[in-house]
Structures are given as structure tokens and as C-alpha cells.
């Protein structure tokens, strides 16, 4: 029995059904209270790609042949629904991806950042003492927080700690809280949360730290329009990457920060979901281990220019300009983060590319032109 937590999201909708995909024999718990659709309507825009009602998806995910997939609708944060969930199917595995994921939306004003960190640390207390109390510590969890913990320092960023050096020896100690937002710093948080649950109850975790996630399909959603996933496109929920491909779809220009030189990681959906379902296939290790999902390198620049080539294949004169850069950030900073582990262990194939995944962005948007341009609004955070 595998629970995956924030199935009806970006990420967690293609990580739902590549799991029943590649676990057949095994009975997939999705939960999701349905909140991004909510928070993405309150701030007055949509999913660029239609998708379905959660009902409508999972008829049709029966219908492709995913049957193993199970959905409960239900709110993470109350500590009672938790504790039922557990104790009713006693997963061998949880994946956790349920969170408030929006850096900007936690900074619109002193209630969002509130809501953003009781939200996700309440969450995550929740599934922790869960566990310890229902007897389920060996059980394997699995989390998805964010290389954004990390903030942008001048060295080479470890998969998830330092070795310190003092007169007696040498000590690991985890290395996040360097946030530079509400969102973010929720995440270090759970950070700290999971490290002590693994020191307290030896709980195994594999902590995966999420690079900025791009894209429109993985594998499996592409199989029917009903199984899309969201494309959130607006200044709150939309990603760069995908802001971008929007913006040149709906005649915008490409508005770039500063020098846009700054490289951050990156990764693909399709990657993105293979990773965590790899990491439901690793032996169950008793640490606490930490994975950086990354898997480009990639400064806006660097996008927008990717942008830019598919859009003239496509027939779209894409203009690209450079604005005062809003945000208190290094403008020429080469982030440095150490993969190896997640490329060996988890995603264990060759990144996909930054230009052939931003084609295939451009190609699937492009029958909702019209949409994007109704919301431009919403894209250009006004």
C-alpha cells in the first residue's frame, strides 16, 4: 500500500498515475484536499491546460488502465483525519508532496505567510507523530521539499549537509535555513521536523530537495487530454519556465530580471515524477538521506532565449527584454549544488533537455492561446 499525499497537484497528479504504473500489484492511496484550485482562482487565474474535476480524472485514469489508483479528499492539517488515514490502511510507503508551493503567494501579505507555514509544517507534524503513535516508524516516508532552503552561497551546495571540523573531529550536521522567503523557510522547517523524527524515532526518510519543476506532460498524462495535469502560468503559481512559454504565446514580451545571468536548478516533470517514484522502488535505508532534484542548470536568460528558438519554429516572433530587477538577489550568481546521488540513485538515465522540453511546452499550449491572453493579468502579477 503506497499513500501519496497532494495527488490532484502539478507534480503529484503524474506522480499518482506513474506510480499505479509501475507498481500494478499495488493499491495507491491518493489525498488531496483540492486547495491549489482554490488558491489559483482566488488570485484570478486558471490552469492554462484544462483539466478535469477530480471525479472526471480518476474515471478516467480507470479508464486507461490505471485501476490500482484510490483518491480521498481531505485536509492534511487536521491531525484526527491523519491519524484515521493511517491507522485505516498502515501504508508501507508514504510520499509526501502536499504543500503550499509558492514562494510570492506566501509574501502577498501577513496572512498568506501564516496560512503558507502553518499549513505545510502543520502537515508534516502531522504525518510524523502519525507514525510514531500508530506504530508505523518503519515504514518509509518520502518527502519533497526544495533546494530553495539553500538560499545562493558562494560555495559548492552539498546534498543536504556539511561536515564541520572542530579540535575533537568532524561532525554532519544538516544543512538547510538559508531561505529567502515565507515559503521556502516552511520548508526548512520540515527539514528540521524530519531530521528530528529520523533522531527521536529513526523513521527512514528520504528527503528530496526539488529544484524548480518545468513542463506540461510526463508519459503518462499525454495518454488522454483527461489525464493533463495543471499549467499554472500566473505571476503566484506559474514557474519561470513556464511563465515564459506563456508569455511569448499571448504576444508578451519576455520580461527578464536584471542581467538574468543567475543559474538555478531545474528539472523536468517527467523527471521530476521519475525520481520520486524511484525512490519508492529504493531499498528502504534506515538514515535520513537527502537528494538534490536537480538536474539543469539554468539562468533566465538561458530561458528566455530557449523560448525565443521555439517560438520562431512555431512561427511566433518572441521579443525578449530586460527590466530593473525587483527582487534583493545576486544578478551574476553560478549556483553550485552537488547531484551525484540523485542522478545515480534516483533519476539513474540522462536529463532530459532544456530546449526539446520547452518545445514540447510551446507545442501543447498553443491551442489555449486564447486563454493565456484572457489571464494575461494574472501572468504579469497585476
Known amino acids: 500500500m503506497i499513500l501519496l499525499t497532494g495527488a490532484d497537484g502539478y507534480l503529484g497528479w503524474p506522480t499518482f498515475l506513474k506510480l499505479s504504473k509501475t507498481f500494478p500489484d499495488e493499491q495507491i492511496i491518493g489525498v488531496d484536499n483540492l486547495a491549489r484550485r482554490r488558491w489559483v482562482e482566488q488570485i484570478g487565474s486558471v490552469?492554462?491546460?484544462?483539466?478535469e474535476e477530480i471525479d472526471g480524472r480518476m474515471q478516467a485514469a480507470n479508464e486507461q488502465g490505471f485501476t490500482n489508483l484510490h483518491f480521498i479528499k481531505g485536509d492534511l492539517t487536521?491531525?484526527?483525519?491523519?491519524?484515521?488515514?493511517?491507522?485505516?490502511?498502515?501504508?508501507?510507503?508514504?510520499?509526501?508532496?502536499?504543500?503550499?508551493?509558492?514562494?510570492?503567494?506566501?509574501?502577498?501579505?501577513?496572512?498568506?505567510?501564516?496560512?503558507?507555514?502553518?499549513?505545510?509544517?502543520?502537515?508534516?507534524?502531522?504525518?510524523?507523530?502519525?507514525?510514531?503513535?500508530?506504530?508505523?516508524?518503519?515504514?518509509?516516508?518520502?518527502?519533497?521539499?526544495?533546494?530553495?532552503?539553500?538560499?545562493?552561497?558562494?560555495?559548492?551546495?552539498?546534498?543536504?549537509?556539511?561536515?564541520?571540523?572542530?579540535?575533537?573531529?568532524?561532525?554532519?550536521?544538516?544543512?538547510?535555513?538559508?531561505?529567502?522567503?515565507?515559503?521556502?523557510?516552511?520548508?526548512?522547517?520540515?527539514?528540521?521536523?524530519l531530521f528530528l523524527a529520523h533522531y527521536m524515532w529513526k523513521i527512514p526518510i528520504t528527503d528530496i530537495r526539488t529544484s524548480i519543476i518545468f513542463g506540461s506532460q510526463t508519459e503518462e498524462t499525454k495518454r488522454s487530454e483527461k489525464l493533463a495535469t495543471r499549467f499554472d502560468f500566473d505571476f503566484y503559481f506559474g514557474v519561470v519556465p513556464n511563465r515564459f512559454c506563456a508569455q511569448a504565446l499571448s504576444n508578451y514580451p519576455i520580461t527578464i530580471y536584471g542581467k538574468g545571468e543567475q543559474k538555478k536548478p531545474m528539472i523536468t516533470l517527467e523527471d521530476a515524477a521519475t525520481s520520486?517514484?524511484?525512490?519508492?522502488?529504493?531499498?528502504?535505508?534506515?538514515?535520513?538521506?537527502?537528494?538534490?532534484?536537480?538536474?539543469?542548470?539554468?539562468?533566465?536568460?538561458?530561458?528566455?532565449?530557449?523560448?525565443?528558438?521555439?517560438?520562431?519554429?512555431?512561427?511566433i516572433d518572441v521579443q525578449l527584454t530586460h527590466i530593473k530587477n525587483p527582487r534583493v538577489e545576486k544578478e551574476d550568481h553560478q549556483m553550485e549544488m552537488d547531484n551525484r546521488g540523485f542522478i545515480e540513485r534516483l533519476l539513474k538515465k540522462e536529463p532530459q533537455v532544456l530546449e526539446s522540453s520547452i518545445r514540447q511546452t510551446m507545442t501543447d499550449l498553443l491551442p489555449y492561446r486564447d486563454t493565456i491572453s484572457r489571464y494575461q493579468t494574472a501572468l504579469l502579477g497585476q
Do not use: C
Not at 509526501?96 to 509544517?121: D, M, V
Open 276 to 315: 520520486v517514484v524511484n525512490a519508492v522502488n529504493m531499498n528502504k535505508a534506515k538514515e535520513y538521506e537527502v537528494f538534490n532534484q536537480a538536474a539543469l542548470l539554468v539562468s533566465p536568460k538561458d530561458l528566455g532565449e530557449a523560448v525565443q528558438k521555439a517560438g520562431r519554429e512555431a512561427g
Open 47 to 51: 490552469s492554462a491546460i484544462p483539466i
Open 78 to 193: 487536521d491531525i484526527d483525519f491523519v491519524y484515521q488515514l493511517l491507522k485505516q490502511f498502515k501504508p508501507t510507503t508514504i510520499v509526501h508532496l502536499a504543500s503550499q508551493p509558492s514562494a510570492p503567494y506566501s509574501h502577498i501579505n501577513g496572512r498568506t505567510a501564516a496560512f503558507t507555514q502553518e499549513n505545510n509544517n502543520g502537515m508534516m507534524r502531522n504525518i510524523l507523530w502519525g507514525m510514531h503513535e500508530l506504530g508505523l516508524e518503519d515504514r518509509h516516508l518520502i518527502v519533497t521539499t526544495t533546494t530553495g532552503v539553500y538560499g545562493a552561497p558562494e560555495f559548492k551546495i552539498p546534498e543536504g549537509f556539511l561536515t564541520v571540523e572542530g579540535k575533537k573531529g568532524k561532525e554532519k550536521i544538516p544543512y538547510p535555513a538559508m531561505a529567502t522567503s515565507w515559503y521556502h523557510m516552511s520548508r526548512a522547517n520540515d527539514i528540521n521536523n
